[in-house]
C-alpha cells in the first residue's frame, strides 16, 4: 500500500510577497495544474495543495478580497450553494463520517492566504486525526492529489447531470 504525506512546511515557508494563489490558479487552464474542480459564476472551487485529508476543498470567490462583510448577497449565495453541493460530492466520493466548513480570516483567525478570504471544506472521519498527525506533523493520505482531482471534477460532473 502506497502513502503521500502532506508537508505544510514548504506552505508556510513560501514567499508571501509572491502573487495571489488563488489568482493565479483563475488564470490557469483547468487541469490538474490549477485544481481547480469547478468554475461558478463569481466563485470557484478548488482542492487545498497542502490537505488536512483527502477531498479538502476550499470555495473562492474570484474577486480577490480578504473582507468577508464586504461580500454581496448574491455572492454570499452562491458560495454557500457551493460549499452545500462539495458536501454532497465529497459525501458520495469519500463517504466521511463529518465536515470541517469554516474560514480562517486575518492572522489572529488563523488565515494562511489572508488576503483572499476562502471557505474550507474538509471531510473527517473518526480517528484521523492520530498519532502520526500528532506526533509525527505528518498526514497520511489514502490517494494523490491528482487522484483526488480526477475523483471530484468527476463526482462533480456526475452531481450536475443528475
Not at 51 to 77: A, C, K, W
Not at 99 to 123: Q, R, S, Y
Request: hydrophobic letters at 35%; glycine letters at 6%.
Amino acid at each position: 500500500m502506497e502513502h503521500i504525506y502532506s508537508d505544510r512546511r514548504e506552505y508556510f515557508k513560501r514567499d508571501k510577497n509572491e502573487r495571489c494563489v488563488f489568482c493565479v490558479a483563475q488564470q490557469k487552464e483547468d487541469n490538474f495544474n490549477n485544481l481547480i474542480i469547478h468554475r461558478g459564476k463569481d466563485c470557484f472551487v478548488i482542492l487545498n495543495l497542502y490537505p488536512y485529508s483527502s477531498g479538502h476543498i476550499m470555495v473562492v470567490p474570484n474577486e480577490h478580497t480578504n473582507r468577508f462583510e464586504d461580500l454581496s448577497p448574491e455572492l454570499l449565495s452562491e458560495m454557500m450553494m457551493l460549499v452545500q453541493k462539495g458536501i454532497r460530492v465529497l459525501t458520495r466520493a469519500y463517504c466521511p463520517q463529518g465536515f470541517n466548513v469554516g474560514l480562517n480570516i486575518g492572522d489572529a483567525g488563523g488565515a494562511g492566504i489572508k488576503e483572499h478570504m476562502h471557505i474550507h471544506v474538509i471531510p473527517r472521519w473518526i480517528g484521523d486525526a492520530n498519532f502520526i498527525t500528532v506526533i509525527g506533523k505528518t498526514r497520511v493520505m489514502p490517494e494523490s492529489l491528482e487522484e483526488t482531482y480526477d475523483r471530484l471534477r468527476e463526482e462533480w460532473q456526475a452531481d450536475c447531470e443528475e
